[in-house]
T-cell receptor, first 116, second 113 residues
Framework: GAVVSQHPSWVICKSGTSVKIECRSLDFQATTMFWYRQFPKQSLMLMATSNEGSKATYEQGVEKDKFLINHASLTLSTLTVTSAHPEDSSFYIC????????????FGQGTRLTVV | AQSVTQLDSHVSVSEGTPVLLRCNYSSSYSPSLFWYVQHPNKGLQLLLKYTSAATLVKGINGFEAEFKKSETSFHLTKPSAHMSDAAEYFCVVTRGGSYIPTFGRGTSLIVHP
């Protein structure tokens, strides 16, 4: 089956620093990737949708300058949390869509970010 | 607009008894519907999906769901709960022509010995 690899699985960083999370589709080409954020005991909230080679589309209320998304190739998208603060601590999950299986998206394992 | 409502935030069952997790959806288009499971501090695993084929969908680990258009429902069932089924379950609908997955709030399944 299609596999999406997300790295790192967990990261601890200091306030004010930036953290990059990678999302790779290992055995398919992902024309579209989605980034979600999950607060403890809550559902996944869509942050942004990224299409390969174009700018990401952010959901309302998501700061595009804080959460930088790059989707430079058909197999890689990155989310960079800039100038991280403790309130950015959360579980971030990426999802990739295989254009050959149009209605299904595949999810990464998630990244637990803790900002201290 | 697409939306999905999971009617129960928590469901508690005894091991060996049936499981029912409820999901209702609204969609302007013919929807695709999914159930995912998330174990603590883990990513998401697809249990099953409906994409306009058979209305009764069988998934992994003995789970199944039935798409009922007249009731706009896609409830998840399992005949006999196992302790390892304890997890968070999400019902997901793809959003219109863009196929963006939209999540329900999740249902926490608790299984008692």
């Amino acid at each position: 089956g299609a596999v999406v690899s997300q790295h790192p699985s967990w990261v601890i960083c200091k306030s004010g620093t930036s953290v990059k999370i990678e999302c790779r589709s290992l055995d398919f080409q992902a024309t579209t990737m989605f980034w979600y954020r999950q607060f403890p005991k809550q559902s996944l909230m869509l942050m942004a949708t990224s299409n390969e080679g174009s700018k990401a589309t952010y959901e309302q209320g998501v700061e595009k300058d804080k959460f930088l998304i790059n989707h430079a190739s058909l197999t890689l998208s990155t989310l960079t949390v800039t100038s991280a603060h403790p309130e950015d601590s959360s579980f971030y999950i990426c999802s990739a869509r295989d254009f050959a299986v149009f209605t299904e998206a595949f999810f990464g394992q998630g990244t637990r970010l803790t900002v201290v | 607009a697409q939306s999905v409502t999971q009617l129960d935030s928590h469901v508690s069952v005894s091991e060996g008894t049936p499981v029912l997790l409820r999901c209702n959806y609204s969609s302007s288009y013919s929807p695709s519907l999914f159930w995912y499971v998330q174990h603590p501090n883990k990513g998401l695993q697809l249990l099953l999906k409906y994409t306009s084929a058979a209305t009764l969908v069988k998934g992994i680990n003995g789970f199944e769901a039935e798409f009922k258009k007249s009731e706009t429902s896609f409830h998840l069932t399992k005949p006999s709960a196992h302790m390892s089924d304890a997890a968070e379950y999400f019902c997901v609908v793809t959003r219109g022509g863009s196929y963006i997955p939209t999540f329900g709030r999740g249902t926490s399944l608790i299984v008692h010995p």
